[in-house]
């Protein structure tokens, strides 16, 4: 098993900045790949960036260019770096874990608790 534990969401204003962090522990020699969802109230869950421990990444389109996702793999710890953060990135950020780098939710096989973001107009 794999346990995920996400911190740094708050209450924001638009235009601020946020780094979101998520620690893995338990068997993590089993994951390959962490990504960052989000769920707003009322909508589906959906990808907002992944990355592999050994490199590479990608990201959604509405947010490509304003967050920046990170590892460090001594730490067992991914991070979103968030700018220019807009109303509607107002969500619960989830972090994942899986074998590989995807978009996709199903990929992954570890799910964190999540953590509110919200941001004000």
């Known amino acids: 098993q794999v346990q995920l534990v996400e911190s740094g969401g708050r209450l924001v204003q638009a235009g601020d900045s946020l780094r979101l962090s998520c620690l893995a522990s338990g068997r993590t020699f089993t994951i390959y790949a962490m990504g960052w969802f989000r769920q707003a109230p009322g909508k589906e869950r959906e990808f907002v960036a992944a990355?592999?421990?050994?490199?590479?990444?990608t990201y959604a389109d509405s947010v490509k260019g304003r967050f920046t996702m990170s590892r460090d793999n001594a730490k067992y710890t991914v991070y979103l770096q968030m700018n220019s953060l807009k109303p509607e990135d107002t969500a619960v950020y989830y972090c994942?874990?899986?074998?590989?780098?995807?978009?996709?939710?199903?990929?992954?096989?570890?799910w964190g608790q999540g953590t509110q973001v919200t941001v004000s107009s």
């Open positions: 990355i592999r421990w050994s490199g590479g990444s």
């Open positions: 994942a874990a899986g074998r590989d780098l995807s978009y996709r939710a199903l990929a992954y096989n570890y």
